[in-house]
Structure formats: structure tokens, C-alpha cells
């Protein structure tokens, strides 16, 4: 007899170039470099071995092209800009160490000199840089400011006698902090500090400054000091830089967006200050969508380790005499089959802002708006995708056990490395913020142009749908519909199009609420207004996350029809009905309190889950090793086939001792004899 969650199979090879997604050729290329061992992170190394090997790792790489995928032919470089990110992600899986000295090196310091200068900058420092000749830092947020980045106190004062920007650093909390290849390797900076000229204070420029000599002194003026071991990421020299009226030539700002003649004149392409601030920071959006890909293969990673582990350990006897697979326990399924299905629609949402990036950073598609757009989007997944990372690792080490907590099986190290992840290019509420402001800017775009007597009519008809939602009359009838049946429940209210109504609804619904509020406080003076909007945050911030949530569902459902084989298509709608669903209990409190759902229905959602995590059980094993890591990559002797030796060995034992009638009486039979 068919059993349909059992027997449908899933095409493993051709999944997994799905997930690989539009630049797989070069993933893989990259996953074949990093077999090399010379790449692997070794657990418990010091910190000092640690940023030793990472920097000889760096060189390798630069060898091998690694780092100029991105740049113009003109410079040795591949001009893929979409195939450069995706390559770079890879490195997380030898050492995340690796990935992020690479990403400080050449998506920071050699992009800053890319994105932000002109030919005359390229031609000067762009070969070195990305051959690794001229390692540098990223000398951007400060002990005092971290996303703030428009209040950084740096200064570069011109001179127009010498022709000469002054970078000084006025105070201690200014001191550019935190920043990779500072405290050893780097020879230069791009640094970030207040144009000042004519006595005018311009915003935040972008400065490439000179910070050690060829034997790796110190020049004139500089202080640096190094910020020691970190809770990860040790493989990385960070340190801090302060500047004591350091002088750079006038053609070393890198004027792309601004620049400053001989005689002190300003100018610039962009007239607008806050247009120009963000245009520059912009340009420099690839580290935040690196980021999200990276975590997404973190948590794959994790997930590949536990599952692998969960389906070979044994643990309590089943009453057969024999002990039970750990992913044959209702709670070991559900801890870490529905994170199996937010790591696909990551990894599908992922290759969406990976394609909008290449089409805005290749020129094809580079205007106002879609560089908004592509922020926007990055600002709203890389939150959702680097938090569930640490959750997903977290619960992957809690369900190995013992194991888990072992250095050599990775999951403790992957927690570490990745923690910072949260926090750097960008805290993520501080995106999520950002996020939120373009949802209020979409709302407010509604009302340009109208009336009272319509934003009245608009405030009514809100209202009337909270009373609609709130009064019953929906939950009515759902509750008729359900008749007391959980599959009829799901049926008539949470597939495919029901899902997207109740995500897609959250969202405008949280955003309609904070918009309407703020914009009854637009007339109020400043203090009272920010007061208002203070109130508001948390709410905000919560649409913000509900709008990302949305877009790597529609990400997940889109895959669905680029799937072929029927047997995956099958699975992953499962998998992504799971997600999906995931979503709205997560969220449940909200949906019940609103309206959008009956009690008996949020009831029906819980056991439909637990089904679903039943019906993807068989499937689990496939679904982690469609991510396609080879054993160089996985390296975790529990994911290795060990712990399954061991289980055999154990049952071949007592098979054995029973056979032999050797075996010692259980106390409870001897009483009885």
C-alpha cells in the first residue's frame, strides 16, 4: 500500500541546485577550494594562531582569485557581482573567521575604494588591495556611535594651504572601534569622518588614510590599540584607531558623491545632505546581504549536524527491547523539522536579494529607486535570517546532547562566531527601524493629496474592519465551517492562499495602526512627536519583522513552481505549508486578539503543525543533505557516520549477550521468580 509521506521521494541532486540558486556553479567552486584543510578553523587554536593562520588563509585566497570576483576585468577582477557574494558566503563553513576577514578586506576596504572613489583612486590602491598587498580596515563605526553612523565625531578638516585634509579624532569615544585588520595586519584605511571646509561641516565623507609602514610601524599620528579576544570570530585582529591630526592629500577623499577643489570649494552630484549620506552608505549594502546568506548556511549547517546525529542516536527502550531513533520523538521532530523549513525559505529569499543586488550593483538595473528597494529588503531579511541562526544552532546543540557542547562537533563554535552577526552592519532593530520607516512612507503615500473627509473615511472604514474581525462574526463563521475536524479546519482556512491573506494582513494591518497614530501626532512640537513615536517602536519594529516574515514565504512559494520533480514539490509543500504556518502560531496572541482567527481554529493550527513535522519526518535526512555539504565541510565526527558505529556495536552486543544466555536477570524478573 502507497503511504504518500513515506514513499514520495524526493530528488536529492536536483534539490540541492535549487538551493544552490542562480550562482551555484560558483558556490560549488568555492565549497571544492575550501575541502583544502588549510582553510578549516581549528577548535580551541589562540586567538593569536588563530589570526596568524586566517591571514596566511586570506593570501591563499587571493591567490585564487577569491577576492576579485567583483571588480572590473581592468583590475584582474570577474564583474559578478551576485557570483562574489555567493562565493564569499561559502566561506562561513571553514571558518567563519575566514569569511568575515575576507568580507572586511574586500567587500569593506577594497568596495569602499570601489564604490566610493573614482579612476583615479581604482588605479592607485585597487590591484594591491584586492591581491592582498595592501591588507586594510573598514574605519567606520565608532566607540560612541555604532548605527549611527551620521553622528560619528571624526573629523577631516581641509587646509587649503597645505591641500590637505586633517583626520583627527577629537575624544575618546570617537576612536573607530571594532574594526577588522586594525590591530596587526592592516596598512591602510577607509575612514569615515565629518568633511569640514570653509569653516562648513559637510557630513560623513569616506578617506583613505595610510595607518602603518611596509614593516608594520605605526605613521605618524596614528594609535592603535587592540581589542583582544572576542566571544567569537577570534581569527580576526580587530582594534581600534585614533587619528592625531593626521594629514592625507586632497585626492585622497574618495569623491565620488563629494568633493573638495584646491581652494576649499565644496561639490557634489547630490544637492540634498541626507541624500547624499545615504547614497554613500548605499553603495557599501553588500555586507548586510552577505551576512544573510551566511547565517542561512550557519543554520543549515547546524541543521545537517543535528538531523544527521538525531536519526543515528538511541535513546530509552521502545518496549521492543530495542531504544528509540531521537527523531522519532514527537518534540525532537518539532525542534527541528519546522527551523529544516524557515532554513529553505531563508535560502530561497536569500537568492532573491542576491539577484536584485547583482541587477542594481552590475548597472543593469541601478536607479533611486531600486537601490531603495534593494536596502529595504536587505535591512528587512538580514534581522530574521542572522537571529534565527543563533536560535537554530542553539536548539541544534541542545538536541545532541553532550555531543553538541563539543568543540569538535562544531555547533558551540558556530554560536560563537556567529553571535556578532546580530549586531554588525547594522543592529538588527536598528534595520528593522529602517524597514518600518519605509512602510510608514508607503502609507503615508495613501494620503498625499487628500482630504480630511477621506482620511476620515479611510479612519471609519479601519475601524469598521476591527469591529468586523473583533465582534465575532468572522470567528463565527469559522467555527461553523470547522465542524470540529482539524483536517477540516486547515482545509477551509490555512492552505496556500489563506496563509498568504493572514501574513500579508499582519502587516498592513500593525502598519495601518502605528501609521494612523503618527500621523494624528505630525502637528505636535518635536519632543512630544518622538515621545510618540518611542510609543509606537515596538510595534513598528514587530511589522517590520511580520513584512520580512511575509517576503521569504512568497520567496519559499515562489520556489514551488520552479520545482519540476513532483515528488520534491510535493515535500516542499509541505515543508513550506509548515513554515508558513510556523509563522502564524509564532504569531498566534496576535491573530486570536485581532480576530483573524477562532480559538478552534488556532487549536487545529498546533495539531496540524505536529502532523505536518509527522508527515516530513521520513523526509528529514534528505532535506538537510540537499544542502549539499560534503564531509570537509561538515566536519563533526557525530554527523560522520561514528555515532552510528557506536549504536551498532551496542545492539550487536546485547544481541549477543542475550544469544549466549550469559545475561544477567533484570531485578524486577528475579523477584518475581
Same mark, same amino acid.
Given at each position: 500500500?502507497? #503511504?504518500?509521506?513515506?514513499?514520495?521521494?524526493?530528488?536529492?541532486?536536483?534539490?540541492?541546485?535549487?538551493?544552490?540558486?542562480?550562482?551555484?556553479?560558483?558556490?560549488?567552486?568555492?565549497?571544492?577550494?575550501?575541502?583544502?584543510?588549510?582553510?578549516?578553523?581549528?577548535?580551541?587554536?589562540?586567538?593569536?594562531?588563530?589570526?596568524?593562520?586566517?591571514?596566511?588563509?586570506?593570501?591563499?585566497?587571493?591567490?585564487?582569485?577569491?577576492?576579485?570576483?567583483?571588480?572590473?576585468?581592468?583590475?584582474?577582477?570577474?564583474?559578478?557581482?551576485?557570483?562574489?557574494?555567493?562565493?564569499?558566503?561559502?566561506?562561513?563553513?571553514?571558518?567563519?573567521?575566514?569569511?568575515?576577514?575576507?568580507?572586511?578586506?574586500?567587500?569593506?576596504?577594497?568596495?569602499?575604494?570601489?564604490?566610493?572613489?573614482?579612476?583615479?583612486?581604482?588605479?592607485?590602491?585597487?590591484?594591491?588591495?584586492?591581491?592582498?598587498?595592501?591588507?586594510?580596515?573598514?574605519?567606520?563605526?565608532?566607540?560612541?556611535?555604532?548605527?549611527?553612523?551620521?553622528?560619528?565625531?571624526?573629523?577631516?578638516?581641509?587646509?587649503?594651504?597645505?591641500?590637505?585634509?586633517?583626520?583627527?579624532?577629537?575624544?575618546?569615544?570617537?576612536?573607530?572601534?571594532?574594526?577588522?585588520?586594525?590591530?596587526?595586519?592592516?596598512?591602510?584605511?577607509?575612514?569615515?569622518?565629518?568633511?569640514?571646509?570653509?569653516?562648513?561641516?559637510?557630513?560623513?565623507?569616506?578617506?583613505?588614510?595610510?595607518?602603518?609602514?611596509?614593516?608594520?610601524?605605526?605613521?605618524?599620528?596614528?594609535?592603535?590599540?587592540?581589542?583582544?579576544?572576542?566571544?567569537?570570530?577570534?581569527?580576526?585582529?580587530?582594534?581600534?584607531?585614533?587619528?592625531?591630526?593626521?594629514?592625507?592629500?586632497?585626492?585622497?577623499?574618495?569623491?565620488?558623491?563629494?568633493?573638495?577643489?584646491?581652494?576649499?570649494?565644496?561639490?557634489?552630484?547630490?544637492?540634498?545632505?541626507?541624500?547624499?549620506?545615504?547614497?554613500? +552608505?548605499?553603495?557599501?549594502?553588500?555586507?548586510?546581504?552577505?551576512?544573510?546568506?551566511?547565517?542561512?548556511?550557519?543554520?543549515?549547517?547546524?541543521?545537517?549536524?543535528?538531523?544527521?546525529?538525531?536519526?543515528?542516536?538511541?535513546?530509552?527502550?521502545?518496549?521492543?527491547?530495542?531504544?528509540?531513533?531521537?527523531?522519532?520523538?514527537?518534540?525532537?521532530?518539532?525542534?527541528?523539522?519546522?527551523?529544516?523549513?524557515?532554513?529553505?525559505?531563508?535560502?530561497?529569499?536569500?537568492?532573491?536579494?542576491?539577484?536584485?543586488? #547583482?541587477?542594481?550593483?552590475?548597472?543593469?538595473? #541601478?536607479?533611486?529607486?531600486?537601490?531603495?528597494?534593494?536596502?529595504?529588503?536587505?535591512?528587512?531579511?538580514?534581522?530574521?535570517?542572522?537571529?534565527?541562526?543563533?536560535?537554530?544552532?542553539?536548539?541544534?546543540?541542545?538536541?545532541?546532547?553532550?555531543?553538541?557542547?563539543?568543540?569538535?562537533?562544531?555547533?558551540?563554535?558556530?554560536?560563537? #562566531?556567529?553571535?556578532?552577526?546580530?549586531?554588525?552592519?547594522?543592529?538588527?532593530?536598528?534595520?528593522?527601524?529602517?524597514?518600518?520607516?519605509?512602510?510608514?512612507?508607503?502609507?503615508?503615500?495613501?494620503?498625499?493629496?487628500?482630504?480630511?473627509?477621506?482620511?476620515?473615511?479611510?479612519?471609519?472604514?479601519?475601524?469598521?474592519?476591527?469591529?468586523?474581525?473583533?465582534?465575532? +462574526?468572522?470567528?463565527?463563521?469559522?467555527?461553523?465551517?470547522?465542524?470540529?475536524?482539524?483536517?477540516?479546519?486547515?482545509?477551509?482556512?490555512?492552505?496556500?492562499?489563506?496563509?498568504?491573506?493572514?501574513?500579508?494582513?499582519?502587516?498592513?494591518?500593525?502598519?495601518?495602526?502605528?501609521?494612523?497614530?503618527?500621523?494624528?501626532?505630525?502637528?505636535?512640537?518635536?519632543?512630544?512627536?518622538?515621545?510618540?513615536?518611542?510609543?509606537?517602536?515596538?510595534?513598528?519594529?514587530?511589522?517590520?519583522?511580520?513584512?520580512?516574515?511575509?517576503?521569504?514565504?512568497?520567496?519559499?512559494?515562489?520556489?514551488?513552481?520552479?520545482?519540476?520533480?513532483?515528488?520534491?514539490?510535493?515535500?516542499?509543500?509541505?515543508?513550506?505549508?509548515?513554515?508558513?504556518?510556523?509563522?502564524?502560531?509564532?504569531?498566534?496572541?496576535?491573530?486570536?486578539?485581532?480576530?483573524?482567527?477562532?480559538?478552534?481554529?488556532?487549536?487545529?493550527?498546533?495539531?496540524?503543525?505536529?502532523?505536518?513535522?509527522?508527515?516530513?519526518?521520513?523526509?528529514?535526512?534528505?532535506?538537510?543533505?540537499?544542502?549539499?555539504?560534503?564531509?570537509?565541510?561538515?566536519?563533526?565526527?557525530?554527523?560522520?557516520?561514528?555515532?552510528?558505529?557506536?549504536?551498532?556495536?551496542?545492539?550487536?552486543?546485547?544481541?549477543?549477550?542475550?544469544?549466549?544466555?550469559?545475561?544477567?536477570?533484570?531485578?524486577?524478573?528475579?523477584?518475581?521468580?
Amino acid at each position: 500500500m502507497f #503511504d504518500t509521506a513515506r514513499d514520495t521521494r524526493i530528488d536529492v541532486t536536483a534539490l540541492n541546485r535549487q538551493l544552490l540558486g542562480t550562482w551555484a556553479d560558483i558556490r560549488l567552486e568555492a565549497r571544492e577550494m575550501i575541502k583544502d584543510e588549510a582553510f578549516w578553523q581549528i577548535p580551541g587554536q589562540h586567538y593569536t594562531e588563530h589570526r596568524a593562520r586566517v591571514l596566511e588563509q586570506l593570501k591563499t585566497l587571493a591567490a585564487k582569485d577569491g577576492g576579485a570576483r567583483s571588480f572590473p576585468k581592468e583590475y584582474g577582477g570577474h564583474e559578478t557581482q551576485g557570483g562574489n557574494i555567493a562565493g564569499f558566503e561559502e566561506l562561513v563553513l571553514a571558518d567563519p573567521s575566514l569569511q568575515i576577514k575576507s568580507g572586511v578586506q574586500w567587500g569593506l576596504f577594497t568596495s569602499a575604494i570601489y564604490q566610493l572613489g573614482t579612476k583615479k583612486h581604482w588605479d592607485k590602491w585597487l590591484p594591491d588591495a584586492i591581491s592582498m598587498k595592501l591588507p586594510g580596515a573598514f574605519a567606520m563605526t565608532e566607540t560612541g556611535h555604532g548605527s549611527d553612523v551620521q553622528s560619528i565625531a571624526t573629523t577631516a578638516t581641509y587646509d587649503p594651504e597645505t591641500e590637505e585634509f586633517v583626520i583627527n579624532t577629537p575624544f575618546h569615544g570617537a576612536y573607530k572601534d571594532y574594526l577588522g585588520n586594525a590591530a596587526n595586519d592592516g596598512r591602510a584605511a577607509t575612514v569615515f569622518a565629518q568633511l569640514i571646509t570653509n569653516g562648513v561641516n559637510y557630513g560623513v565623507h569616506c578617506f583613505f588614510v595610510p595607518i602603518r609602514d611596509e614593516n608594520g610601524e605605526h605613521l605618524d599620528g596614528i594609535i592603535s590599540e587592540d581589542d583582544g579576544p572576542k566571544g567569537g570570530l577570534n581569527g580576526i585582529d580587530n582594534g581600534r584607531l585614533c587619528f592625531d591630526n593626521v594629514r592625507v592629500p586632497r585626492e585622497n577623499l574618495l569623491n565620488k558623491y563629494g568633493d573638495v577643489a584646491a581652494d576649499g570649494t565644496y561639490s557634489s552630484p547630490i544637492a540634498s545632505p541626507g541624500r547624499r549620506f545615504f547614497t554613500m +552608505l548605499g553603495a557599501l549594502v553588500q555586507g548586510r546581504v552577505s551576512l544573510d546568506g551566511a547565517a542561512t548556511w550557519g543554520a543549515a549547517l547546524a541543521l545537517k549536524i543535528a538531523v544527521t546525529y538525531g536519526n543515528q542516536r538511541r535513546q530509552f527502550d521502545d518496549g521492543t527491547g530495542s531504544e528509540t531513533v531521537l527523531l522519532d520523538y514527537g518534540k525532537h521532530r518539532r525542534r527541528l523539522i519546522p527551523r529544516i523549513a524557515t532554513a529553505y525559505a531563508q535560502t530561497f529569499s536569500h537568492d532573491e536579494l542576491l539577484k536584485k543586488f #547583482d541587477l542594481v550593483f552590475s548597472g543593469a538595473e #541601478d536607479t533611486d529607486e531600486t537601490r531603495q528597494d534593494l536596502e529595504t529588503l536587505a535591512a528587512a531579511l538580514k534581522p530574521l535570517s542572522t537571529w534565527n541562526a543563533l536560535d537554530t544552532i542553539q536548539e541544534a546543540r541542545e538536541a545532541c546532547g553532550g555531543q553538541g557542547f563539543l568543540a569538535e562537533n562544531r555547533l558551540v563554535g558556530l554560536h560563537h #562566531d556567529l553571535d556578532v552577526y546580530v549586531t554588525f552592519e547594522g543592529d538588527n532593530n536598528i534595520l528593522l527601524q529602517l524597514v518600518g520607516k519605509r512602510l510608514l512612507g508607503d502609507f503615508a503615500a495613501q494620503f498625499k493629496g487628500k482630504d480630511s473627509k477621506q482620511l476620515a473615511a479611510y479612519a471609519a472604514k479601519q475601524g469598521a474592519s476591527k469591529v468586523f474581525h473583533g465582534a465575532g +462574526l468572522r470567528q463565527l463563521g469559522q467555527a461553523f465551517a470547522d465542524l470540529g475536524s482539524t483536517a477540516r479546519s486547515v482545509e477551509f482556512g490555512l492552505r496556500e492562499e489563506d496563509q498568504h491573506q493572514l501574513l500579508a494582513d499582519r502587516v498592513q494591518q500593525m502598519v495601518t495602526d502605528v501609521g494612523t497614530r503618527l500621523n494624528a501626532a505630525r502637528k505636535l512640537p518635536p519632543v512630544e512627536a518622538q515621545e510618540v513615536f518611542n510609543e509606537n517602536q515596538v510595534e513598528l519594529l514587530e511589522a517590520a519583522r511580520a513584512h520580512g516574515e511575509l517576503l521569504q514565504w512568497e520567496a519559499f512559494t515562489d520556489a514551488l513552481d520552479k520545482t519540476s520533480d513532483e515528488g520534491t514539490c510535493t515535500v516542499l509543500t509541505w515543508l513550506r505549508d509548515l513554515f508558513g504556518l510556523s509563522l502564524i502560531e509564532k504569531h498566534l496572541a496576535w491573530y486570536l486578539v485581532s480576530g483573524r482567527l477562532s480559538a478552534q481554529r488556532g487549536q487545529a493550527l498546533t495539531s496540524y503543525i505536529d502532523r505536518l513535522c509527522n508527515r516530513l519526518r521520513p523526509h528529514a535526512q534528505d532535506l538537510v543533505d540537499a544542502f549539499g555539504f560534503a564531509p570537509e565541510h561538515v566536519r563533526a565526527p557525530i554527523a560522520s557516520g561514528a555515532e552510528d558505529t557506536r549504536q551498532n556495536e551496542a545492539r550487536a552486543y546485547f544481541a549477543e549477550l542475550r544469544k549466549s544466555g550469559n545475561a544477567p536477570i533484570p531485578e524486577k524478573k528475579a523477584k518475581k521468580q
